[in-house]
């Protein structure tokens, strides 16, 4: 008996031993995993934004690219997130929604700037997408809703248009984890913070958007899609309060005008 | 880890080639089922259940055919359900995953050799040992 208690020890050890040992190595980098990681994702990317740019009509007027884009680099520049990584794109449309693609593409729609009262609110909102981004949460929710045998069929060309509708579907208008909401909440605070943005407006947008009437909220898909936003205005509220931000407005008051201005007529 | 010995007693051509087959067993059923780690057990089982009568070189070699397996498939298993969890749930490749999954790979590869030793040993009529699955064979095979 004893002997088959020794050797049996003996041979879990050996396994402990051997994993021990293939742990201190960097298989990763190794089979290149993360670099193939990166191509997939910038395939699936490419492969949503394309879909989404047939269905819908993107601004490119600079007056209102520019101010936008000057909110994310500000963020991005105080936050030392590479700028060149994120593209963003403003579509028209009513609806109040922004989300992000894989390989870094944020969608803004031009019913969220109408509806932001404050630059703050805009810079907010972009905060936390960028979060999800940095957070690699895209990848992580396709991942779970799609398959990644699926998504890498479809980076590699044999996926059919339904299953890129399919992703628009789920990146545009469904709920992420409520764990991985809260936690871009706190980093966008976090990334507000160091941009001397105020993130208290952005806890307003999130309360003013869940008091809204009934039936506007067919345009409100941000705040659908984004769940319990009395609760999270809250913990923004809490989680802020402990950080002293020097409130230093990217877009002139002029300027956040003229940005809203435009988007109207456009 | 194997240990080539002579057996209690010289075991027949008939007894040498069951006791081999339920190695070949194993093996064929590793190919058959290899994404499903409990197929080849199962099949061990089976041939385990038809012989649980037979002499007692047959019963000891399909017994430690049988053990043997066991730990791999707790190895596997752990495998198979991490890279399931990665193609369709929210797990991402990880250098834990790799370095699990390499290693269990040359647990298969060692285990694998072996049974082929095993297989052709056994059909000459030796006995083969193994470390650990041997002595465990020992214990829960009476003659």
């Known amino acids: 008996m004893n002997k088959v208690a020794y050797q049996g020890l003996a041979l879990v050890l050996l396994f402990a031993l051997l994993l021990f040992a293939s742990n201190q190595v960097d298989w990763m980098k190794l089979f290149k995993v993360a670099k193939a990681t990166e191509k997939t994702e910038e395939k699936i990317g490419e492969l949503i934004w394309e879909n989404i740019q047939f269905s819908e009509v993107e601004i490119k007027l600079d007056s209102i690219t520019n101010a936008v884009d000057s909110i994310v680099t500000r963020i991005c520049r105080n936050n030392k997130i590479d700028r060149s990584e994120l593209k963003l794109h403003v579509l028209h449309s009513p609806e109040i929604n922004a989300f992000a693609l894989p390989d870094g593409h944020i969608i803004v729609y031009s019913g969220l700037i109408e509806a932001s009262e404050n630059q703050e609110q805009l810079a907010g909102v972009l905060a936390h997408e960028i979060a999800h981004i940095q957070l690699n949460h895209i990848m992580k929710k396709l991942v779970k809703e799609v398959g990644l045998s699926v998504l890498v069929s479809m980076a590699a060309g044999s996926g059919g248009g339904e299953i890129i509708t399919q992703s628009v579907q789920i990146l545009s208008s469904t709920a992420f984890d409520r764990n991985l909401e809260e936690e871009a909440d706190l980093k966008a605070v976090d990334y507000l913070a160091k941009a001397n943005i105020d993130p208290e407006p952005f806890a307003n947008f999130l309360y003013n958007l869940s008091l809204e009437e009934p039936e506007m909220m067919k345009y409100f898909s941000w705040i659908s899609t984004h769940p319990d936003s009395e609760e999270r205005a809250e913990t923004i509220v809490t989680y802020s309060q402990n950080l002293k931000v020097k409130n230093r407005p990217v877009l002139s008051d002029e300027a956040w005008l003229a940005l809203q201005e435009k988007v109207k007529e456009y | ?143």
């Not at chain 2, 010995?5 to 290899?34: C, Q, T, W």
């Not at chain 2, 007692?56 to 495998?79: D, E, K, P």
């Open chain 2, 1 to 143: 880890m194997i240990t080539l010995s002579r057996f209690l007693y010289e075991p027949g051509e008939h007894e040498a080639e069951k006791a081999s087959n339920s190695y070949l067993m194993s093996l064929v059923a590793v190919v058959a089922g290899l994404p499903l780690p409990i197929v080849n057990l199962f099949a061990t089982i089976i041939f385990y259940l038809g012989n649980r009568k037979g002499t007692y070189f047959v019963r000891w070699h399909c017994t430690q055919a049988l053990v043997s397996q066991i730990s791999l498939l707790m190895v596997n298993s752990y495998g198979f359900w991490w890279t399931i969890s990665i193609l369709f749930g929210s797990e991402t490749i990880s250098n834990n995953y790799i370095a699990y999954i390499l290693v269990a790979l040359v647990f298969n590869l060692g285990e694998f050799i072996a049974t082929i030793y095993t297989a052709i040993q056994t059909r000459k009529g030796l006995h083969v040992e193994w470390w650990f699955y041997g002595s465990l064979t020992d214990l829960l095979c009476k003659e």
